[in-house]
Every structure is written in structure tokens, then in C-alpha cells.
């Protein structure tokens, strides 16, 4: 019998991009993807029930409550979806014997930083969001303690809601845009991600030892104004992108300053290759480009 790898957040960016290759490992693993009606996580108390039925090996945890603004009055949601059901996912794969991997986010970090952080930096969320996905990585601590937290941050896909899409379609519209340029991180394209999530599975099949943090995102620093004005050029636009200072676009959560991760870690436990992040945005808006999305 192949191992069973339950995707959760099956219509997620990170989750899509995870449907879109899955068939090139049918040999190896079977996928069972989730939506939200199938596993509900704003009911943690359901989770571990649902989890009988499906009887996974591995959990790929891509399902978060993250509208990171709204998460600032939809307290409760976020905590059920992000830190309360992820603790019921560890504690069933603990008591199963199974295997929970779940995404988690550059917010944990304060924002202070001004070297790549490493998975032992002290976290420190700056908004609800992010002390939801802290919590949840501190559950999965308490529960499960072989479970794998991977942060990743700035995600984006030509599936979903993200900053690519939100630039192509205000450029498009407007003649010049303003956006933020002291916020520096590093973006991910997701399908970048769910290939390197496939590695981890099977590095980890093939017995290889985890540790309990890994970061992932794609290689380079940048900031969003940098992004905008690169998804600009690489998509032949002309719009006018001005910087400006977080302070001229207030928005009901904190966002961190500088939220680059050290990703090596997972470059040298799994021989994960990061890929710069030009490269990966020209696939993308190539992609959105061919299917004129
Ligand atoms: N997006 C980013 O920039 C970013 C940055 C850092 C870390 N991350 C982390 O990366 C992971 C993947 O993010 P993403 O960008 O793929 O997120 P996304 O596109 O917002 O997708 C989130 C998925 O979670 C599902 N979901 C939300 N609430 C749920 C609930 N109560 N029960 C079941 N499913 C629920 C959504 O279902 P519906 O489609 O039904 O709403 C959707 O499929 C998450 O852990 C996120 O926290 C994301």
C-alpha cells in the first residue's frame, strides 16, 4: 500500500500547486486532498475524527485562516484554524505514529531583524495573525515531537489572492501605483514550495531525520516596491510604481520590517535547491500570461 499524504487547503495557492504535480508521484504516494467542507478547521473538535476516516501517513498542513488584517477582529477563527486544529493534527499523528508538516509564517519573527533570520531566532509576532501561526507551532511542539513546522513568507502563485496578481491588475487599470518600500523580505513562489514539500516527504520516507523548523522561500532580498517594479517590467507595463514608507499606507495589523528567513537548513538536511527569485517570478507571469489570467 503507498503512503497516504493528506494536502489540507486543497483550493489555497500553496494546496493548487500542490494538485498540479501530484501526478508525477502516483507511484510513489496516493494524495488525498481537503476542502474545508471535508476538514472544517474553525472545529478543532472534529479534526482528529476526521482524520480516522482518512487515515493519512503524512499531513501536508497548507490549510491557515490567513486574511492577516481581518485576523485582527476574527480572533477566534484565526485561532481555531491556525493554532487549535493544528494542535489536533499533532496530537493524532503522535498518537498514530504519523507524520505532521505544517506551513507556518515569516510573521512570527518581530520584524527587528536585520540578518536572514535562523530557525533557533527568537519569534516574537507583531499581529493576531502571526501569534496564531506561533501558537500553532508551539502545539505541535507540546504534542507531536517529531512534527515539522516549514515557515515560508511573501507567497505567491498564478492561483489565488497574492501580490502578483493584485500589481498585473492594478497596472492594468492605473497610470502610476504607490507601494511600500521599507518592508524587505523574500518572495516564494508557491509551486516552488509544493515541490520542495514533495522533497521533504520523500527524504523522509527514504529516512532521512528532520528537524522541527525549517524555512523556505526563494532566493534574494528584496522589498515590495522592488517586487512591484520587477512584476512591471517582467509583465512589458509602463505603469509609474512610486515607493513609499509604511507610515504613508497604514493598514489594522502591524506588518514586519524585515522578514528574510535563513533557508539553508533545508538546502543542506534535504538538498532542497532555493531558486532566485527572478527566476521564479518570470515563470509565473509567464504562466498568467499564456493562460490571460
Ligand atoms: N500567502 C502568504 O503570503 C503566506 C506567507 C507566509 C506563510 N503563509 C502560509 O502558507 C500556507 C499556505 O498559504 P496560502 O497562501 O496557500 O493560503 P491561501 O491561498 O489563503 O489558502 C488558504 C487555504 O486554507 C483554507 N482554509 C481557510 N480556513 C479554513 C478552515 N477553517 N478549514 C479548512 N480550510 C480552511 C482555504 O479554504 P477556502 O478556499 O475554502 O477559503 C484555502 O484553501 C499557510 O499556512 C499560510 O499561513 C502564507
Redesign the pocket.
Known sequence: MLPVILV????????WELEQIVHAYAQQFRFHFT??AE????QPDQVQSALDTIQPDYIL??????AVDKAEQEQE?AL???AHSVGEMAAWCERNGKQLI??????VFDGKGTAPYTVQHPTDPLNYYGYS?WLGEQLIKENHPKGIVV???????TH???FVRTMLRLMKERNELNVVADQIGSP?Y?ADLAQALIQLVQGLQAGKKAQPVYHYSNSGVISWFDFATAIRDMAGLTCQVNPIPSSAYPTPAKRPGYSVMDCSDLVSDFGIQLKPWQKSLGTCIQQLQQTHV
Open positions: 489540507t487547503g486543497k483550493n489555497g495557492q500553496l494546496g476542502t474545508r476538514l472544517d478547521l474553525t498542513n497548507c490549510a491557515a485562516y490567513t477563527a481555531k484554524t491556525n505544517s506551513i507556518s509564517t515569516d510573521y501561526k515557515r515560508t513568507s511573501w507567497v505567491y502563485s489565488g489572492n497574492n516564494t508557491a
